[in-house]
């Protein structure tokens, strides 16, 4: 039984009783004085003006509005959640914009199925595709398709969240809550690397920070670069794990006049000069397995080849690289990189954008919480795919997929830090925003009743005021269907 004073907490399933002075089992809400208290401040930003401190708090004021003018967007960071999911939404907030009246809808979504898509900038493999990736020894994604240079994890999503052990549940919410709250993660992934990711940071593999991601495959470098190499080397090898390229047989070597050098790789050649698996994926040389790049030579065409022939064997983040001339018997002999092909492995490496970790959280709000907004939900999914309603998390602008439901995905990095929380059960907890013109939200059915002015927000909940990241849209400029002027 509950103790008499202590109050029930309605914000989420998990229903807590909070005795006086303490806080639920999301610390979320607590008990002051016998009121239920959302604990953390209620974020507004205002529009920045080039300030180039991008969300960083600049005020912060308890209880108070002072109704300045500087255009304020009302986010669900702090805003809190109402539930069951009939209840209208926390903050129905009206504003004017270009003498339009505008209405954003908040509430901080309870995600029991959302996931993350984290892309990793590395070569290194870190583990064959489709093999699960662990946090604390428990799965909670797995190994998703490798694209550009960068490695994908697919984290989260319902099997973890909810269809696995509790534990595994729960290892599963936190892990996707540090990481969208921007904290560093480990992960390991089954027969594969142990790693550390940090949205916007370097990723670690294997104890080994990754600096720069590659400049492009082997043969696009090559395409890149051969000019740079003509009449300074016989031949370049780039090694990657993708397509390995070999200047001489490369069509840029060939429109250049570069000669033959009887040079031959292992692996699969797939058109001339660029050659599939010519070594196991790996660590190494190009994101394979290969720490000798002679290993993936065969002997030289002694028809072709002459004693003296240059070749520069390259990674494609110019990391590894390594210069040989043939002796007498054909065979590469490693000698200094003379300085004319110095400038050039530098310039691979200056082309290789710094390597980091991005991570994208993917919720959806085509289930319950589109009851908070409209008695009639589907017509918010239409308002939504008619481009009359914009979605933002905490601001930021979304991505949402076509197809049925609102689907989206938002880069947390355009977030205000720790803008996600949890409760227990488990599930995600991430602020989502709905604006659309007044007379838009009247027609789809809204709580018109439970409108409210932003003057209104003048006392209660602790408020912060934040500047919005400069690199995103205003969440408040004029919502247009696609085609109007
Ligand atoms: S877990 Fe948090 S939101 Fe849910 S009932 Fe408890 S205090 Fe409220």
Same mark, same amino acid.
């Given at each position: 039984?509950?103790?008499?004073?202590?109050?029930?907490?309605?914000?989420?399933?998990?229903?807590?009783?909070?005795?006086?002075?303490?806080?639920?089992?999301?610390?979320?809400?607590?008990?002051?004085?016998?009121?239920?208290?959302?604990?953390?401040?209620?974020?507004?930003?205002?529009?920045?003006?080039?300030?180039?401190?991008?969300?960083?708090?600049?005020?912060?004021?308890?209880?108070?509005?002072?109704?300045?003018?500087?255009?304020?967007?009302?986010?669900?960071?702090?805003?809190?959640?109402?539930?069951?999911?009939?209840?209208?939404?926390?903050?129905?907030?009206?504003?004017?914009?270009?003498?339009?009246?505008?209405?954003?809808?908040?509430?901080?979504?309870?995600?029991?199925?959302?996931?993350?898509?984290?892309?990793?900038?590395?070569?290194?493999?870190?583990?064959?595709?489709?093999?699960?990736?662990?946090?604390?020894?428990?799965?909670?994604?797995?190994?998703?398709?490798?694209?550009?240079?960068?490695?994908?994890?697919?984290?989260?999503?319902?099997?973890?969240?909810?269809?696995?052990?509790?534990?595994?549940?729960?290892?599963?919410?936190?892990?996707?809550?540090?990481?969208?709250?921007?904290?560093?993660?480990?992960?390991?992934?089954?027969?594969?690397?142990?790693?550390?990711?940090?949205?916007?940071?370097?990723?670690?593999?294997?104890?080994?920070?990754?600096?720069?991601?590659?400049?492009?495959?082997?043969?696009?470098?090559?395409?890149?670069?051969?000019?740079?190499?003509?009449?300074?080397?016989?031949?370049?090898?780039?090694?990657?794990?993708?397509?390995?390229?070999?200047?001489?047989?490369?069509?840029?070597?060939?429109?250049?006049?570069?000669?033959?050098?009887?040079?031959?790789?292992?692996?699969? =050649?797939? /058109?001339?000069? &660029?050659?599939?698996?010519?070594?196991? @994926?790996?660590?190494? #040389?190009? +994101?394979?397995? !290969?720490?000798?790049?002679?290993?993936?030579?065969?002997?030289?065409?002694?028809?072709?080849?002459?004693?003296?022939?240059?070749?520069?064997?390259?990674?494609?983040?110019?990391?590894?690289?390594?210069?040989?001339?043939?002796?007498?018997?054909?065979?590469?002999?490693?000698?200094?990189?003379?300085?004319?092909?110095?400038?050039?492995?530098?310039?691979?490496?200056?082309?290789?954008?710094?390597?980091?970790?991005?991570?994208?959280?993917?919720?959806?709000?085509?289930?319950?919480?589109?009851?908070?907004?409209?008695?009639?939900?589907?017509?918010?999914?239409?308002?939504? =795919?008619? /481009?009359?309603? &914009?979605?933002?998390?905490?601001?930021? @602008?979304?991505?949402? #997929?076509? +197809?049925?439901? !609102?689907?989206?995905?938002?880069?947390?990095?355009?977030?205000?830090?720790?803008?996600?929380?949890?409760?227990?059960?488990?599930?995600?907890?991430?602020?989502?925003?709905?604006?659309?013109?007044?007379?838009?939200?009247?027609?789809?059915?809204?709580?018109?009743?439970?409108?409210?002015?932003?003057?209104?927000?003048?006392?209660?909940?602790?408020?912060?005021?934040?500047?919005?990241?400069?690199?995103?849209?205003?969440?408040?400029?004029?919502?247009?269907?696609?085609?109007?002027?």
């Amino acid at each position: 039984m509950p103790d008499d004073d202590a109050i029930r907490c309605d914000a989420c399933p998990v229903l807590c009783y909070i005795k006086p002075g303490r806080t639920g089992a999301c610390d979320r809400y607590g008990n002051r004085d016998g009121q239920l208290v959302r604990l953390d401040p209620h974020v507004l930003l205002d529009r920045a003006v080039s300030r180039g401190d991008s969300v960083v708090p600049f005020l912060e004021r308890e209880g108070s509005w002072d109704g300045n003018i500087v255009p304020t967007f009302v986010t669900a960071i702090g805003a809190g959640t109402t539930y069951p999911d009939y209840k209208p939404a926390p903050f129905i907030i009206s504003s004017q914009v270009d003498n339009v009246d505008m209405l954003t809808v908040v509430t901080e979504g309870i995600f029991s199925y959302c996931g993350v898509k984290l892309k990793i900038d590395t070569d290194r493999h870190l583990g064959p595709e489709t093999n699960l990736v662990r946090a604390q020894g428990e799965p909670v994604g797995h190994v998703t398709t490798s694209e550009y240079g960068s490695q994908m994890l697919s984290l989260g999503g319902v099997r973890h969240l909810t269809g696995g052990s509790r534990h595994e549940g729960t290892v599963t919410c936190e892990t996707l809550l540090n990481l969208c709250n921007g904290k560093a993660v480990e992960l390991s992934i089954d027969d594969g690397a142990t790693l550390t990711v940090q949205a916007g940071n370097p990723p670690v593999v294997d104890n080994v920070q990754e600096e720069r991601m590659r400049v492009g495959c082997g043969s696009a470098t090559i395409g890149m670069f051969a000019k740079q190499w003509f009449g300074k080397v016989d031949d370049v090898v780039v090694v990657d794990d993708h397509i390995t390229g070999v200047l001489s047989e490369h069509q840029a070597g060939k429109l250049l006049g570069i000669a033959e050098t009887g040079i031959k790789l292992k692996g699969r =050649r797939s /058109t001339p000069g &660029r050659y599939f698996q010519v070594a196991e @994926p790996g660590t190494a #040389w190009g +994101g394979t397995n !290969i720490h000798d790049p002679l290993s993936i030579l065969k002997d030289f065409n002694p028809k072709v080849a002459w004693p003296g022939l240059r070749l520069l064997m390259v990674s494609t983040t110019g990391e590894h690289h390594a210069y040989f001339e043939l002796d007498e018997a054909l065979h590469p002999i490693l000698k200094d990189l003379p300085p004319a092909l110095t400038e050039s492995v530098a310039r691979i490496k200056e082309n290789c954008e710094p390597a980091l970790c991005t991570v994208l959280f993917m919720g959806g709000a085509g289930g319950s919480l589109r009851a908070g907004v409209t008695e009639n939900p589907v017509r918010l999914t239409h308002s939504v =795919r008619d /481009t009359l309603t &914009r979605v933002t998390c905490g601001g930021a @602008p979304v991505y949402v #997929w076509p +197809g049925g439901g !609102i689907t989206f995905m938002v880069d947390v990095s355009r977030m205000p830090q720790n803008a996600f929380g949890y409760v227990p059960t488990p599930a995600l907890v991430a602020p989502i925003e709905f604006t659309l013109k007044l007379k838009d939200y009247a027609a789809l059915g809204g709580y018109m009743d439970h409108v409210r002015s932003l003057d209104s927000l003048m006392s209660g909940q602790l408020r912060r005021h934040m500047s919005a990241h400069e690199a995103n849209p205003w969440p408040l400029s004029s919502v247009k269907k696609q085609g109007e002027p």
